[in-house]
């Protein structure tokens, strides 16, 4: 145990962010593995000299450091119960991009695909590309040696590091690059740390002993995905050992070691030319998986520059996923497997050619019977749902799951089908089923067991099946690990894997760059039995926690949170299209992620000793900075749903705490306008009074820069009352008078009932009362459940397919589909779904009349209007806004432009919360502002969702319109 006095010294010395508080250390317990193990603290650095001050500390206090990037590490990397040292939140600067010479030179903290944004104008990129490539960093990337995709072409990292600049363990700095043998000589006579390495590695493979069992034991050379142990191999085929071989380079020794030899700073890379242009996918339908197995060996043939295997059982998690299903687009009957084979040439009809002669050659062998080819930007479509498998297999219900042991194995390509039929032999043998996905072209494949981690037995058979399969995998002269490297998981098996003498070699390495075990210990070497310091304690029971939404689908709101794998979907950037983690795109911060807040909610469902288990101010902490914007909803591939955790979370947490004034003002907004009504101008006199509101705004902390939305000077339905103009003959369908609608944007609603009526339809507000979303968004859900049961009631009567119930704000009429079936159960619950899936969006009624043929484009105006559109939160999560852009086009010059924004910022009330203020203008400077400032005055801004109009106008001065206004104006 450190002193307090001694951390506090560090951290007057620090430039960056040191933390010892529970919940940092929490958060930072786990990665992506199987593995928890809480660490002492963590810390930020921001340059060289914070890392100087940190290896400095770790040798006194002998402390481990843990380097950390994105935290997606599969093996156990970044857990330990040292100092988990983040490079991600400041480390993040591109240094120097030389597209002449073809180079690039970053801090480990860079994105790979922001990285590659950068180069694209230049023609170049980096070519190997993991499937976390929108939040995996290089730093990451170099430790693990990571390939991806595309390493058929591109190799792994290690082909592409050129130089590493590093901290040793004692502090000294250290370039490594390419070495003439004279060089290395010279490197060979320094008399520090460094000079010693050096003259270690040429003793060490110069010996004839070493050299013959390094040759003999190591993995095929043929094989490139081989990761196991540290690259001795490489760097015996390298002068001055191996004559005319490539130079000497340290980095191919330290790209794959997984943090344990030194701390590096900066990192040049290679880059290479974009690829053609020109690129195809055929995705080939196996009946059998075995099929794929061979069929891979045939494509190979035809050079591609991937071949993936997606199996039957992740296809079947991509059905139960918001996002994910709108990538089975390609997907005909019920394949056992899909081999996705990429083709990339300099033109469509050479592709075309390719992929016919690769098709006629499957079927000639009887492998295959649907060979759909895939162009443009569908392309993308069949990649994301590829990459989305790691997260999609924790999408599974209960506590066995497809895990982490053997999933990253590799053996020559040739001999893949017959390692695979030992394989499966093994896992009947043991009484497994398992997930086959991933890399097949380069003879990995993702094998994933389903265990339960929490049984004692499955616990064992965890080490049972990575055993036997690194007997197996030695069998055919394989690499335990093929890019997600040993970590704690697999080190165990080194010893088997490249021999006791090779394993003592090892060792030799680590002691010498590393003497008093400060970088990284028992990971590749001395490593812990692998079934030990895992996420669930053996034999735990899962407690069973009473809730108001209803959690059964994912066996309780504990298992809920657990769905969360730590892959780390939620840490990718504003640069890239989705929602998904508004706070965390704002902030850089692990604590503002989807992930960290189902860690925090996990870790305290477990332990706590309350009988309110939900009674604990470090979830509130982190649960605060959440949008509700349900961005995860769809966009996390293991279906994590922030928003509806946090909304269960706030009402036991206030049940033990009380409600806030503010949250119970908030919550009843739709009481005070209902009231306000009777008197609007009154109303909207205090509220648009400098003195009068700005006292209010700090009695309740609202920010003080926020002007509050008005009143109009009637409601919706009072309008509707005095102004029927309903045709005699029309449709009947009902609008819903949402609480935003009927008392603050009158006019949209309007609107919409004009434009329906001028399309030949009967309008009626039916009674109801409100949709509950104020109470939502703060957590009263006792209260929400009992709005949405008497609008079951009132509605359900009336409500149908042949008379729809309209809605005009996404958050309100979306409730109906997404919570409304949570909050209620037995009878009522069949009659909330029953009713959900008659409940549409204005525009969705609007395109589904018009493919039905009852609305003609005639009716519609012929002037030109362009439009950029802000599509609201919860309809991009549970709806999609391609209605939106198809209805706003029917006026046939009109031309839409979707803005590729997230979430606005505002989020409800979040925006208007003082504590918020800051981060809710961070969220809109993203993208939404800067985009809205830079479209002309002529060009309409639309946005759908109430909260989203406020904050284009508080944070850019411009009005923007409900779509359903800009509609309604182009009728004819």
Known sequence: MIPVNKWNELRSRLKGDLFTGESMRLLYATDASAYRELPAGVCRPKDEDDLRLLIDFAAKMKIPLIPRTAGTSLAGQVVGSGLVVDVSRYMTEVIELNAEERWVRVQPGVVLDELNKMAEPYGLFFGPETSTSNRCMIGGMVGNNSCGSHSLVYGSTRDHTLEIKALLSDGSEATFGPLSPEAFNQKCSLGNLEGKIYRSVRDMLADPVNQQEIRSQYPDPQIERRNTGYALDLLLDSEPFTPDAPPFNFCRLLAGSEGTLA???????????????????????????????????????????????????????????????????????????????????????????????????????????????????????????????LGLLSNVPGDAKPVAVIEDTAVNPAVLPDYMVDFRLMLEKLGLDCVFYAHIATGELHLRPVLNLKDPGDVEMFHTVALETAKLVKKYRGSLSGEHGDGRLRGEFIPLMLGEHNYQLLKEVKQTWDPHGIFNPGKITDTPRMNTSLRYESGQVTR??????????????????????????????????????????????????????????????????????????????????????????????????????????????????????????????????????????????????????????????????????????TTLRAWQRKNRNNPAD?????????????????????????????????????????SGRTFLSKGLLRKARKLAEKNITLLSPVISAETPLIGIEPSAILTFRDEYPDLTTGATKEKAKALGANCLLFEDFIMQEFNAGRISKTAFTTSAEKIRLHGHCHQKSLA??????????????????????????????????????????KVGELVLFPEVRKTDAKTIIAAPGTSCRHQISDGTGRKALHPVEIFCESIL
Not at 894 to 914: D, H, L, P, Q, T
């Open 263 to 389: 701390f590096s700073t900066e990192i040049k890379l290679n880059l290479v030319p974009l690829p053609p242009k020109e690129k195809a996918l055929i995705c080939i339908h196996c009946e059998k998986l075995e099929d794929a197995f061979k069929g891979n060996l045939i494509a190979l043939r035809h050079n591609p520059v991937a071949v993936e295997l997606i199996d039957n059982y992740i296809l079947e998690r991509t059905k139960d996923n918001i996002e994910q299903r709108k990538n089975r687009f390609f997907i005909q009957g019920e394949p056992a497997a899909i081999l996705v084979v990429e083709l990339a040439l300099e033109s469509r009809e050479a592709i075309d050619s390719l992929a016919a002669a690769l098709e006629a050659d499957m079927r000639k062998e009887g492998y295959g019977y649907h060979f759909p080819v895939v162009y443009g930007n569908d392309i993308n479509k069949v990649w994301a749902l590829r990459k989305a498998g």
């Open 730 to 770: 029309g449709r009947l369908v009902y609008l819903f008078a949402d609480e935003f609608t009927n008392y603050n944007d009158v006019e949209v609603g309007i609107s919409a009932i004009r434009a329906l009526n001028r399309l030949g339809y009967k309008v009626e507000i039916p009674e109801h009362t409100e």
């Open 880 to 921: 999609g806004t391609a209605s939106t852009k198809l209805m706003l086009t029917l006026p046939e010059n009109y031309r839409v432009e979707e803005i590729k924004s997230g979430c606005c910022g505002m989020a409800g009330s979040f925006g208007y919360e003082a504590e918020h203020y800051e981060v809710s203008m």
């Open 544 to 713: 069973e926690i009473d809730t108001i939404l209803d959690f059964s689908a994912n066996q309780g709101i504990l298992r809920a949170a657990e769905q969360c794998n730590g892959s780390g979907d939620c840490r990718k950037s504003e640069i890239f299209a989705g929602t998904m983690c508004p706070s965390y795109q704002a902030t850089r911060d692990e604590t503002a992620t989807t992930r960290a807040r189902a860690n925090i909610l996990r870790e305290f469902l477990t332990r706590s000793n309350k009988e309110n288990p939900f009674d604990h101010r470090e979830i509130y902490e982190i649960m605060d900075l959440c949008l509700s914007c349900k961005g995860c909803k769809s966009e996390c591939p293991s279906n994590v749903d922030i928003a509806k955790y946090k909304a269960e979370f706030l009402q036991h947490y206030y049940d033990a705490n009380g409600i806030p004034l503010r949250t119970r003002m908030i919550a009843y907004i739709t009481a005070f306008n209902r009231l306000g009504s009777l008197v609007p101008g009154i109303y909207n006199f205090f509220l648009k009074n400098p003195a009068l509101s700005g006292m209010l705004k700090k009695a309740l902390g609202f920010a003080p820069q926020r002007s509050i939305p008005l009143l109009y000077k």
